[in-house]
């Protein structure tokens, strides 16, 4: 069974540092391209960041770029997206997918597979 699992999550001040991790199972991620979205109450899901299949190609929207990193680790199964400089509009439940196109982008219709997300809480 293909699953996606995200973890990392938690309550943080504004300011510091989070990292997510995106663990699969059942299936190989390296055939795979892999975004990171987030969905805050009452708003639609966005796109936050995706990396390629092999991790040469990355791409980050406007508002976390120069503070969020993603990375993958295909011999461990798993993609990070480190968040530094975390803001109160931050917050949100983030999410995992994967897409079998070389790729991927920002876009929800893209992507194929979907972990449950975890919750992100940025607050003093």
């Given at each position: 069974?293909?699953?996606?699992?995200?973890?990392g999550?938690?309550?943080?001040?504004?300011?510091?540092?989070?990292?997510?991790?995106?663990?699969?199972s059942?299936?190989?991620?390296?055939y795979y391209?892999?975004?990171?979205?987030?969905?805050?109450?009452?708003?639609?899901r966005?796109g936050?960041?995706?990396?390629?299949?092999?991790?040469?190609?990355?791409n980050?929207?406007?508002?976390?770029?120069?503070?969020?990193?993603?990375?993958?680790?295909n011999a461990?199964n798993?993609?990070?997206?480190?968040?530094?400089?975390l803001?109160?509009e931050?917050?949100?439940?983030?999410?995992?997918?994967?897409?079998?196109?070389i790729?991927?982008?920002?876009?929800?219709?893209?992507?194929?597979?979907?972990g449950?997300?975890?919750?992100v809480?940025?607050?003093?």
């Amino acid at each position: 069974q293909l699953q996606l699992v995200e973890s990392g999550g938690g309550l943080v001040q504004p300011g510091g540092s989070l990292r997510l991790s995106c663990a699969a199972s059942g299936f190989t991620l390296d055939y795979y391209a892999i975004g990171w979205f987030r969905q805050a109450p009452g708003k639609e899901r966005e796109g936050v960041s995706c990396i390629s299949r092999r991790g040469g190609t990355t791409n980050y929207a406007d508002s976390v770029k120069g503070r969020f990193t993603i990375s993958r680790d295909n011999a461990k199964n798993t993609v990070y997206l480190q968040m530094n400089s975390l803001k109160p509009e931050d917050t949100a439940i983030y999410y995992c997918a994967a897409t079998k196109l070389i790729r991927g982008g920002l876009t929800v219709r893209e992507y194929d597979y979907w972990g449950q997300g975890c919750q992100v809480t940025v607050s003093s």
